[in-house]
């Protein structure tokens, strides 16, 4: 191993920064590490990053050329290019693409990929949602499997969402468009029109159900 990384890495020890194995961190020499920030087996902080206090990064997490502010957690997650602020919690399979703000107490969890975007503080989305061109206000809740539709074939286009907005489970938003303040969308709907403030949006069809139909096709099943 290059001497430079040993010595970095004896560097951030000295300094006041926690590593459960120091042979299993790799941190570059130009980056830099607040007191008290635990750096787990697997982390790997490369180009101009900077992690703020009393973090906790790692298992399993690269951070190229980003800010990482205080109390920040990030956890099996790569982080390119982007500011995390403070009191975050990045993981685990988190995928944040160049050029995103993820505002102050967010939640950004499994299998999330962010691109070129901007979320206010309280932000949350759980579990398997994509994010990209978009400016997204504070304490939006993001449900299960939303997508932001920012890509026609041709161009990418931007998606608006205010505060206090809550976007249902399988929601796709498809770019231009823009949820004002306090917005619910119904989970299932494809969202291409803006939405007022404090409205709510269904975009899908009716469901039909037709009852003892199961029965009969199987029976036809029977015969056959």
Same mark, same amino acid.
């Given at each position: 191993?290059?001497?430079?990384?040993?010595?970095?890495?004896?560097?951030?020890?000295?300094?006041?920064?926690?590593?459960?194995? &120091?042979?299993?961190?790799?941190?570059?020499?130009?980056?830099?590490?607040?007191?008290?920030?635990?750096?787990?087996?697997?982390?790997?902080?490369?180009?101009?990053?900077t992690?703020?206090?009393?973090?906790?990064?790692?298992?399993?997490v690269?951070?190229t050329?980003?800010? /990482? =502010?205080?109390? /920040?957690?990030?956890n099996?997650? #790569?982080?390119?290019?982007?500011?995390?602020?403070?009191?975050?919690?990045?993981?685990?399979?988190?995928?944040?693409?160049?050029?995103?703000?993820?505002? =102050?107490?967010?939640?950004?969890?499994?299998?999330? #990929?962010?691109?070129?975007?901007?979320?206010?503080?309280?932000?949350?989305?759980?579990?398997?949602?994509? /994010?990209?061109?978009?400016?997204?206000? =504070?304490?939006?809740?993001?449900?299960?499997?939303?997508?932001?539709?920012?890509?026609?074939?041709?161009?990418?286009?931007?998606?608006?969402?205010?505060?206090?907005?809550?976007?249902?489970?399988?929601?796709?938003?498809?770019?231009?468009v823009?949820l004002?303040?306090?917005?619910?969308?119904?989970?299932?709907s494809?969202?291409?029109?803006?939405? &007022?403030?404090?409205?709510?949006?269904?975009?899908?069809?009716?469901?039909?159900?037709?009852?003892?139909?199961?029965?009969?096709?199987?029976?036809?099943?029977?015969?056959?």
């Open positions: 191993m290059d001497e430079s990384l040993i010595t970095k890495r004896n560097e951030l020890l000295a300094a006041g920064v926690v590593m459960m194995d &120091p042979s299993a961190v790799w941190v570059e020499p130009q980056v830099t590490v607040g007191k008290g920030t635990v750096l787990l087996p697997g982390t790997i902080l490369r180009g101009s990053t992690v703020g206090e009393n973090c906790t990064i790692g298992p399993n690269m951070l050329d980003s800010r /990482v =502010e205080d109390n /920040v957690t990030i099996t997650a #790569q982080v390119e290019d982007s500011l995390i602020r403070k009191g975050c919690e990045i993981g685990p399979y988190t995928h944040i693409r160049p050029h995103c703000d993820v505002g =102050e107490g967010s939640k950004i969890g499994a299998f999330v #990929q962010l691109k070129n975007c901007n979320l206010g503080a309280g932000t949350k989305m759980a579990h398997l949602t994509y /994010v990209g061109d978009a400016d997204v206000g =504070e304490r939006v809740n993001f449900g299960c499997g939303v997508v932001t539709c920012n890509y026609d074939g041709n161009a990418k286009h931007r998606t608006t969402i205010g505060s206090d907005v809550f976007v249902g489970c399988n929601t796709n938003l498809v770019a231009p823009t004002a303040d306090g917005v619910y969308t119904a989970a299932g494809t969202v291409t029109e803006d939405a &007022p403030a404090d409205s709510l949006v269904i975009a899908r069809s009716r469901q039909t159900v037709k009852p003892g139909w199961a029965a009969e096709h199987r029976k036809k099943k029977v015969k056959k």
